[in-house]
């Protein structure tokens, strides 16, 4: 796979005031670390970070950390931890995970959906149980999607983690038996949906109950 180019600096200084003062000039505070490496203070800009999280499709990057300091170094580098502001969305911190290229890691991917089933043709819903799959493999080895193809599925079919091959050297770390993907018949999808209302009849009944119930020291 080809690993994403990402330029970060060097940065000296540490604390809120010197983060916040960062994030005004458009840049993101980060750290580099790993396994028997030193943590390396870095920044990233913004936009940079933004424009590469909207265009991969995969559940964790693999980087090439370009570090500019005087001198120019690259570091492989995952994603680890990604702090966004709850309210504005803005970027507020990100923990680099440096990786070697001869070590396994382990990865999130994708879950790609390929055909259209008979099930579905015949009036079945497909539903997606699981969206990404673990695995385990070396760093240029992470396949950017797990292609599952449903042509064969009819209603009441279900693909399991067991039933995916998986290409080269890659491992699969999910339960076997959990399911993928799955036809469910239009009468269960019925049936559900029919819960669901029962349920939500009934909390507004309780809240009709409540509000009609007197309050404490009002006279019954």
Known sequence: MNFIELKTHIRTTVGN?????????????AVLYGPGKETVLLSVSNNDLEQILKKSKTGQLILNLVIQNGATQNRSAMIKELQIHPV???????????????????????????????????????QIVRRELEVACLPGRVPRSIEIDISELEVGDSIH?????????????????????????PKMEVEEAEDVEEIEEGEEDLAEKDSAAPEAGEDE
């Open 88 to 126: 504005t969305r803005n970027f507020l911190h990100v923990d680099f995970y440096e990786v070697a290229m001869d070590r396994e890691i382990k990865v999130k991917v994708p879950v790609s959906i390929k055909g259209k089933s008979k099930g579905v043709e015949e009036g079945g819903v497909l």
């Open 17 to 29: 005031g010197p983060a916040r003062a960062l994030r005004r000039e458009g840049r993101v505070p």
């Open 161 to 185: 983690v067991q039933d995916i091959h998986l290409e080269g050297d890659v491992e699969s770390l999910d339960d076997p038996h959990f399911t993928v993907v799955t036809i469910l018949s």
